[in-house]
């Protein structure tokens, strides 16, 4: 018997699933430790195009036992003529044994402050859509951590063409 090539189902058969994170972002711009860097400077008034490939680690909590669970991994882009606007295109990546591997696809405006979109996602949160709160918690001298409140919506999908 062959397979078919689509299928289609009813939306009342997805199962939504909810879910809320309290991570720490730590943006380390310059030091030793940065954890970004500059790719393409098109040398523009304003710094128009200039791009920033980024890596910031996000812990569980703040002091010396925080532990990484996730990454932010992606670039940011300054896309304001006539002012600095820049815009994040990245990806959460966990780490942490629970959600390893598993992302959230997020975009929006720069670190500081502000709300990201989640626009995606894979793993355990397939087809996740939502919201991430920001706010500044602490300036250090190569950097700052950003408090960040994430609440999403996605839903429990089987990969049907596998046909798991």
Do not use: C
């Not at 954890?35 to 980024?54: A, E, M, R, Y």
């Not at 932010?72 to 942490?96: C, P, R, W």
């Not at 949160?125 to 991430?132: C, E, K, L, N």
């Amino acid at each position: 018997m062959t397979k078919s090539t689509f299928n289609i189902a009813p939306v009342s058969a997805l199962q939504k699933n909810e879910l809320y994170f309290h991570m720490y972002l730590h943006h380390t711009p310059l030091g030793s430790n940065r954890n970004q860097s500059g790719i393409v400077n098109p040398n523009l008034p304003n710094s128009f195009g200039w791009t920033v490939v980024n890596d910031w680690p996000l812990y569980d909590a703040l002091g010396p036992n925080a532990k990484v669970i996730a990454r932010a991994q992606g670039l940011h882009i300054q896309t304001g003529m006539s002012s600095q606007k820049y815009q994040n295109y990245l990806s959460i990546v966990f780490e942490d044994a629970r959600f390893k591997g598993s992302t959230l696809q997020v975009m929006g405006p720069v670190v500081e402050g502000g709300e990201w979109a989640i626009v995606g996602g894979t793993g355990e949160f397939p087809m996740a859509r939502g919201v991430i709160y920001k706010k500044f918690h602490e300036q250090k001298k190569d950097g700052n951590i950003m408090e960040l409140d994430i609440h999403a919506f996605y839903s429990a999908v089987r990969p049907w063409s596998l046909g798991v």
